[in-house]
């Protein structure tokens, strides 16, 4: 399967965005989504999971901020992020089946 982020930009601090990743493919097959960001000089990290019936969870400096769903009838998934702070920033990047498939990355510049 491929993945294609987008939505990525730039933002203000306490602004929102919404991440999308469009697979080529049916996702319904994969356990998990998720989405993982990589901020510069430091190592990927994961963000948000969801289940394929919808469980979600996510690292505890985006909790109450982001919210991360999928459309399965439309091979999507999607990350809102609400209140962005400066330390969003970062490429973010989709996968599939957990880890096994990446998406290409965007990135979220959050300004201060």
């Known amino acids: 399967v491929q993945l294609q982020a987008s939505g990525g930009g730039l933002v203000q601090a306490g602004g929102s965005l919404t991440l999308s990743c469009a697979a080529s493919?049916?996702?319904?097959?994969?356990?998990?989504m998720t989405w993982h960001r990589q901020a510069p000089g430091k190592q990927r990290e994961l963000v948000a999971t969801?289940?394929?019936?919808?469980?979600?969870n996510y690292a505890n400096s985006v909790k109450g901020r982001f919210s991360i769903s999928r459309d399965n009838a439309k091979n999507t998934v999607y990350l809102q992020m609400n209140g962005l702070k400066p330390e969003d920033t970062a490429v973010y990047y989709c996968?599939?089946?957990?880890?096994?498939?990446w998406g290409q990355g965007t990135l979220v510049t959050v300004s201060s």
């Open positions: 996968a599939a089946d957990f880890t096994t498939y």
């Open positions: 493919g049916s996702i319904f097959r994969f356990s998990r």
């Open positions: 969801i289940s394929r019936d919808g469980i979600t």
